[in-house]
């Protein structure tokens, strides 16, 4: 079966810090992936998306970036954290439709 | 305008009462449409996956889409208090997964 992993849970950075979430999957080659922010009692905002190795759609222009050096390796990551960053990041694969999610990582700028 | 729109509530209502959750989007192009719950803390859970118009039921929990409307719903039977929770529609179009803001549901036992 398929599973997703997503590392840390949670995350407290000083501002100005740089930021590097990893997500991976197993069980499925290929998959769609995700990054998406969820801000206080908000919905999801997609952030990145991905559709192979070295191909990287970005929704919201950000002080963000992403990669997929590897078919089940997603990477978010910031050169220098702003308090505007903070949230709940989750990262997602799908097959494509249905969308599995991981546990997120809850970050904190300070 | 958003793609997909959903009413944030909360809303709150007694334990066995049937909820209906809802969600209107605006582009014809998606083809997928799920729920998803979403418990404090923690990543959604897909609950709903449906790809035509029409009903699809499971257990106490029924997914319906009307393309024509561009309308889906979620219905909850004999509501538990285990069933509180935040509630998010999506919808899938070329290789993007979209999301509805999500409906803060509270079941009063």
């Known amino acids: 079966s398929q599973t997703i992993h997503q590392w840390p849970a949670t995350l407290v950075q000083p501002v100005g810090s740089p930021l590097s979430l990893e997500c991976t999957v197993e069980g499925t080659s290929n998959p769609n992936l995700y990054w998406y922010r969820q801000a206080a009692g908000r919905g999801l905002q997609l952030l990145f998306y991905?559709?192979?190795?070295?191909?990287i759609s970005s929704e919201v222009p950000q002080n963000l970036s992403a990669s997929r050096p590897q078919d089940r390796q997603f990477i978010l990551s910031s050169k220098k954290l702003l308090l505007s960053d903070s949230g709940f990041y989750l990262c997602a694969w799908s097959d494509p439709g249905e969308g599995f999610f991981g546990q997120g990582t809850r970050l904190t700028v300070v | 305008q958003k793609e997909v729109e959903q009413d944030p509530g909360p809303l709150s209502v007694p334990e066995g009462a049937i909820v209906s959750l809802n969600c209107t989007y605006s582009n014809s192009a998606f083809q997928y449409f799920m729920w998803y719950r979403q418990y404090s803390r923690k990543g959604p859970e897909l609950l709903m996956y449906t790809y035509s118009s029409g009903n699809k039921e499971d257990g106490r929990f029924t997914a319906q889409v009307d393309k024509s409307s561009k309308y889906i719903s979620l219905f909850i039977r004999d509501s538990q208090p285990s069933d509180s929770a935040t509630y998010l529609c999506?919808?899938?179009?070329?290789?993007?997964?979209?999301f509805g803001q999500g409906t803060r549901l509270t079941i009063n036992p």
């Open positions: 999506a919808m899938f179009r070329a290789q993007k997964l979209v």
């Open positions: 991905s559709v192979g190795i070295g191909q």
